[in-house]
């Protein structure tokens, strides 16, 4: 095996093999974008004259797969497939940011508001709890995955509406085009898993209690893309529907920014251990653009709201 090069040098040597292997008229750009959590990414992206759109290549992502042993040539074969696919995806869409061509396509999201304080600046959200609702226009939608711009400030003076306005399209649409779902943890593991033989029943991992009869299975809730999922929550009524399987109150576990597992307030789970769980899981799993919180939340049943769990030191 050569040398290994180091991250500049990388980003050197993929955009000039992208470069040689484009038509003339294209270039190959590399910038820094603003994702979630605050976190900056190199973006390597193609320009041409006759396409103004092009995926983000993220090239911390591609250089920690050369680092694994995967070529530079395997990933410009990747690249070149997925600009292609972009492209002919987005000649059906117009980039027309007009409020009559978005309005149905108006869309909220749920992120951490504590991790994105610069990504929040000119921008309209609400805060809910320690976390924030933020809004985009989504401009594709395909099997595995989508594309959406994120609404500033400026885009919404001139669509003369507010925020309260916006919210309001944003609910119907979401619901509409990213419906919930909601599955027990045994279900989610064993399409997972479905090669790995018996497993135990999740109850079992989950609950230290010796009495188990009549518990409830914990629940994996996202929506049907598994995409930025943890907003269901904010559809009317999803928290009194969790209420009533979880047959009672019930604890919420911040998975990401993509789902949430829903735990039975019954079973005497200590509630220090649940923080330290998501916490791990956070540092441990979840990629770093992903965490949504560090915190537990409790919906009672009683009061109808959702709360976040105060840990004990």
């Known amino acids: 095996?050569?040398?290994?090069?180091?991250?500049?040098?990388?980003?050197?040597?993929?955009?000039?093999?992208?470069?040689?292997?484009?038509?003339?008229?294209?270039?190959?750009?590399?910038?820094?974008?603003?994702?979630?959590?605050?976190?900056?990414?190199?973006?390597?992206v193609i320009l041409s004259k006759h396409v103004?759109?092009?995926?983000?290549f993220y090239l911390q992502q591609y250089y920690k797969r050369y680092?694994?042993?995967?070529?530079?040539?395997?990933?410009?074969?990747?690249?070149?497939?997925?600009?292609?696919?972009?492209?002919?995806?987005?000649?059906?869409?117009?980039?027309?940011?007009?409020?009559?061509?978005?309005?149905e396509r108006i869309i909220y999201r749920l992120i951490s508001g504590e991790k994105n304080h610069k990504r929040l600046e000119n921008v309209p959200?609400?805060?809910?709890?320690?976390?924030?609702?933020?809004?985009?226009?989504?401009m594709l939608e395909e099997e595995d995955g989508v594309g959406s711009v994120m609404i500033h400030d400026d885009l919404l003076e001139e669509w003369h509406i507010d925020t309260k306005r916006l919210f309001q399209l944003a609910q119907e649409n979401t619901m509409r085009l990213f419906p919930i779902q909601i599955r027990s943890m045994e279900q989610l593991l064993q399409e997972?898993?479905?090669q790995t033989g018996p497993m135990p029943e999740a109850s079992e991992v989950l609950y230290t209690s010796e009495e188990q009869e009549g518990s409830v299975d914990p629940l994996v809730v996202t929506n049907e893309k598994g995409i930025n999922g943890a907003a269901v929550i904010l559809y009317p009524g999803c928290l009194a529907a969790l209420s009533e399987q979880c047959k009672g109150g019930?604890?919420?576990?911040?998975?990401?920014?993509?789902?949430?597992?829903?735990?039975?307030?019954?079973?005497?789970?200590?509630?220090?251990?649940?923080?330290?769980?998501?916490?791990?899981?956070?540092?441990?799993?979840?990629?770093?653009?992903?965490?949504?919180?560090?915190?537990?939340?409790?919906y009672s049943t009683q009061l109808g709201t959702m709360e976040i769990v105060q840990g004990m030191e």
């Open 125 to 138: 959200s609400i805060p809910f709890l320690d976390m924030e609702i933020t809004f985009h226009v989504l």
């Open 67 to 103: 680092l694994g042993g995967e070529t530079t040539e395997e990933m410009i074969s990747e690249m070149l497939v997925l600009y292609e696919r972009t492209k002919d995806t987005m000649e059906q869409y117009t980039l027309d940011l007009s409020f009559d061509a978005c309005r």
């Open 250 to 298: 019930y604890y919420i576990l911040p998975s990401s920014i993509h789902e949430l597992l829903i735990l039975p307030d019954r079973h005497n789970l200590p509630e220090r251990e649940l923080e330290k769980m998501v916490q791990e899981v956070n540092e441990n799993c979840v990629q770093p653009d992903e965490i949504l919180s560090e915190h537990v939340y409790h």
């Open 192 to 194: 997972l898993l479905p």
């Open 1 to 44: 095996m050569g040398r290994i090069m180091d991250y500049k040098e990388f980003q050197t040597n993929l955009k000039e093999q992208l470069m040689d292997l484009l038509p003339e008229g294209h270039q190959v750009a590399i910038q820094k974008v603003m994702k979630n959590n605050d976190l900056q990414f190199d973006s390597m």
């Open 52 to 56: 103004n759109i092009s995926p983000n």
